[in-house]
């Protein structure tokens, strides 16, 4: 096999390929259908200090070439998971982080220092959920604010930082700038855009919440493009994020820029998606004489 390693903002991983936030439970849900342990690491479902019911049914609709979602950051709030679900992630061996959502940034540092002695490797600071009513999208969208909130994690735990980003800006270079120079470690991208499906039986949305957050392979060429922009900016990991389904889709983020790569949406209709993934990058490697994946971070505009 190649190198498929990783190091990613001090987090040690067996290769790139990690959970997105909010699609792949606790691993222990993909237990019997593959070996989560080989994952490069596992990110939580998005954790609230309290517990969340979430948004109002209908929660989901599937769109030409995606998914979108308006779950509302549904989780049992921090201490139930730490009490109740970290143990068996970590049993897995692999990275776990935390993904953490609040909706001021108090609440940040409140979730940043009580997750960081409980084993969790590192954490990713959510601050562009589009689907929740308060926190989210308000404090991920101004510069200034994305920083403020940044800098009170950063000063609240040992712990990497990584800080996941909306796309719904005008510019997402202006964030990624801001983050970094607040003291994030690394950045995903990217987060759901925006959208809505009107019932026209009904004649109104179709989801609940009216709007939720758009994802799978409609999305990546906007995934790709903020990787590659950021990732010329930042000296700064950046972790690529958006339709992934293939080791190809993934092979562009990391052509863009990015040094990790999460696999989301891909989950609900092939649970099997992550394996076959690490396992396509590694046969790229080999048909192609790369000897360490990590090799081919940046090198479409590298070269």
């Given amino acids: 096999m190649s190198d498929l390693t990783v190091n990613l903002a001090g987090i040690s991983m067996k290769n790139p390929v990690m959970s997105a936030s909010g699609t792949f439970g606790s691993g222990v849900e993909y237990e019997t259908v ?35 979602n308006a779950v509302g950051l549904q989780n049992p709030g921090v201490e139930v998971f730490i009490r109740e679900l970290l143990p068996d992630m970590l049993e897995f061996g692999v990275p776990v982080i935390a993904n953490i959502a609040g909706n001021t940034a108090d609440e940040f540092v409140y979730l940043a220092e009580r997750l960081s002695c409980t084993g969790v490797a590192g954490l990713e600071v959510n601050i562009s959920c589009p689907n929740v ?42 964030l990624a700038q801001a983050v970094a120079e607040a003291g994030a470690d690394a950045i995903s991208l990217i987060n759901t855009l925006v959208g809505m499906v009107i019932d026209v039986d009904k004649r109104k949305p179709f989801l609940g919440n009216c709007v939720g957050g758009l994802s799978g392979p409609a999305i990546r060429p906007v995934g790709v493009r903020a990787v590659w922009e950021v990732s010329q900016l930042v000296d700064i990991p950046v972790i690529g994020m958006g339709g992934i389904q ?42 192609h004489c790369v000897e360490k994946l990590q090799d081919l971070v940046g090198a479409a505009w590298k070269e």
């Fill in 133 to 174: 009513k308060t926190g989210g999208m308000a404090l991920g969208t101004v510069p200034e604010v994305a920083a403020e909130v940044v800098k009170g994690v950063v000063q609240a735990t040992d712990l990497p930082v990584i800080v996941k980003l909306t796309p719904n800006v005008t510019d997402i270079r202006e």
């Fill in 246 to 287: 293939t080791g190809r889709d993934a092979l562009e983020y990391i052509l863009a820029g990015a040094t990790a790569v999460a696999v989301g949406s891909a989950f609900f209709h092939d649970p099997l998606a992550a394996v076959k993934i690490i396992d396509e990058l590694d046969q790229y490697c080999t048909d």
């Fill in 34 to 68: 593959f070996d989560v342990s080989s994952m490069g690491a596992l990110v939580t479902k998005g954790l609230t200090k309290e517990a969340r019911a979430g948004n109002k049914p209908p929660r989901i609709c599937e769109t030409p070439a995606g998914l979108l």
